[in-house]
């Protein structure tokens, strides 16, 4: 079956404009995460949604946002950019919540000139 | 909060050779406890997991033992392949999260 599914791969924005990136996850997947991945940082946990609801947010600023519609599709966006926000942005699903066993997308690699 | 401690820096060897990479945890409760590994151009991959004490994960000849005394989940390989180069990360699920180390490279010399 189809994997994780993010798009779009690269992009390249300017600072003070805005972004949404998508994740199609896995048919059947109902949990959504994201996290932001940098050399210098590694993965930092953005957010998780199950069944539309977000469960749990990780320690970013208001200008990242994420929804997920009753397909379980997901979007982030992030407001404002800034050249720190160049990273590479990954989505993960699962069939359920509280599980550690993800599924990850290749990424989204977001850049801010 | 729940974290994640990984050995610093790249990991070089030729292959064949054996591979440890050491991980250690802080957590409350009793997390469930993953490696997941990064082939370049690639989302992350679970390569395996354990859920309790004592458990041990394997897959593909990793392995990985849960051990509570000393907080570890050191991941082990006895004969590396040029194939097996990647980003390797530690992570584990508390309560709310998946946590994650910050990787390390490895890098199989043939």
């Known amino acids: 079956k189809a994997g994780v599914t993010q798009t779009p791969r690269y992009l390249i924005k300017t600072r003070g404009q805005q972004v949404t990136l998508s994740c199609s996850p896995i048919s059947g997947h109902r949990s959504v995460s994201w996290y932001q991945q940098t050399p210098g940082q590694g993965l930092q946990f953005l957010f998780e949604?199950?069944?539309?609801?977000?469960?749990n947010k990780g320690n970013f600023p208001g200008r990242f946002s994420g929804r997920q519609f009753s397909n379980s599709r997901s979007e982030m966006n992030v407001s404002t950019l800034e050249l720190g926000d160049s990273a590479l942005y990954l989505c993960?699903?699962?069939?359920?919540?509280?599980?550690?066993?993800?599924?990850f997308g290749e990424g989204s690699r977001l850049t801010v000139l | 909060g729940d974290s994640v401690t990984q050995m610093e820096g790249p990991v070089t060897l030729s292959e064949e050779a054996f591979l440890t990479i050491n991980c250690t945890y802080t957590a409350t409760g009793y997390p469930s406890l993953f490696w997941y590994v990064q082939y370049p151009g690639e989302g992350l991959q679970l390569l395996l997991k354990?859920?309790?004490?004592?458990d041990k994960g394997s897959n593909k000849g990793f392995e990985a033992t849960y051990r509570k005394e000393t907080t570890s989940f050191h991941l082990e390989k006895g004969s590396v392949q040029v194939s097996d180069s990647a980003v390797y990360f530690c992570a584990l699920r508390g309560n709310n999260r998946l946590a994650f180390g910050k990787g390390n490279q490895v890098v199989v010399i043939p």
């Open positions: 993960a699903s699962s069939w359920g919540q509280d599980t550690g066993e993800l599924f």
């Open positions: 949604y199950f069944s539309e609801t977000q469960r």
């Open positions: 354990a859920t309790k004490a004592d």
